[in-house]
């Protein structure tokens, strides 16, 4: 199995959006979801990628348990 690394920005259950600031090195709160609303996995990027849109690659970690901004 390849490891993939990633940074993950948003964790699993967590009703708060993070982004990643290079300009800041850390975490800036994006937003909340409505009230009731968590997100369902971990979602995060791939550091050393670039998209079409210039932005990193996005990456949905599936696990069982959440991790955390970082």
Same mark, same amino acid.
């Given at each position: 199995? &390849?490891? *993939? ?5 948003? +964790? ?12 800041? $090195?850390?975490?800036?709160?994006? &937003?909340? *979801? ?5 997100? +369902? ?12 849109? $210039? ?13 955390? +901004?970082?």
């Amino acid at each position: 199995m &390849k490891q *993939l690394f990633c940074t993950v920005e948003t +964790p699993k259950n967590s009703n708060a959006k993070y982004n990643y600031d290079p300009t800041c $090195g850390g975490f800036v709160l994006a &937003k909340y *979801l409505p009230l009731g609303l968590v997100f +369902p996995y971990d979602f995060g990027f791939i550091p050393g990628t670039q998209g079409d849109d $210039g932005d990193p690659l996005d990456v949905i970690v599936i696990s069982e348990q959440s991790t955390f +901004p970082g």
